[in-house]
């Protein structure tokens, strides 16, 4: 079974600050792929970056970068020079296996401050 | 590549009537999964079709939920005989499987208020 905890249900930045968001998981799968969806106040859901478990290199994607360590099964995300459109709830997911079904943590709701 | 589209986006119905939605995935995707979102939680996996194929289910999914994905393209989600914790954000996503891609996207969502 899989699954994913994000400990910190609320965090606050200041505008242009970094911030790092923490995700631990565990899966009995070898083969797996971690996730950083964000989603704001009723708006979709976008995937926000990926790390293939296999790959040592962390995942960048601009002002976004992911710190995966393997071992400890942990997967933070930070976002760097924050800014007032990062805004919004962060989810943590894992999937895996035959059917790669998304396993979601329970979220992180991002304030930025100006 | 239009995105995942969902339709409707809001449906309120009393306890007890049956309602459908409808998820139209990126074309060439051969994945399509249902979620189901409750206030302040993350999304819960409830379905996925592999083209036309309805291949799991969660225990989540109540003999009154029924999926499915004709000629693997759109889907449809129904519920029958609502009740009041079906209330809900349903959520659609996509994915081509295999050749490395595993990410999902996302469609806007069905949010579901059962009176």
């Known amino acids: 079974a899989q699954t994913v905890t994000q400990s910190q249900p609320e965090m606050s930045v200041q505008e242009a600050e970094t911030v790092t968001l923490s995700c631990t998981y565990d899966t009995s799968e070898s083969d797996y792929y971690l996730f950083w969806y964000k989603q704001p106040p009723s708006r979709q859901m976008i995937l926000v970056i990926r790390?293939?478990?296999?790959?040592?290199q962390n995942a960048t994607e601009n002002r976004f970068s992911v710190n995966f360590q393997k071992a400890a099964k942990s997967f933070s995300l930070k976002i760097s020079d924050s800014q007032l459109g990062d805004a919004a709830m962060y989810f943590c997911a894992s999937c895996g296996g035959a059917t790669n079904k998304l396993i979601f943590g329970t979220g992180t709701l991002l304030a930025v401050q100006p | 590549d239009t995105g995942v589209s969902q339709d409707p986006r809001h449906k309120i119905t009393k306890r007890g009537q049956n309602v459908t939605f409808r998820c139209d995935p990126i074309s060439e995707h051969n994945r399509l999964y249902w979620y189901r979102q409750t206030l302040g939680q993350g999304p819960e996996f409830l379905t996925y079709f592999q083209n036309e194929a309805q291949l799991e289910k969660s225990r989540l999914l109540s003999d009154r939920f029924s999926a499915e994905r004709p000629k693997g393209s759109f889907s449809t989600l129904e519920i029958q005989r609502t009740e009041q914790g079906d209330s809900a954000m349903y959520l659609c996503?996509?994915?081509?499987f295999g050749q490395g891609k595993y990410e999902q996207y996302f469609g806007p969502g069905t949010r579901l208020t059962v009176t």
């Open positions: 790390q293939e478990a296999y790959k040592q």
């Open positions: 996503a996509s994915s081509h």
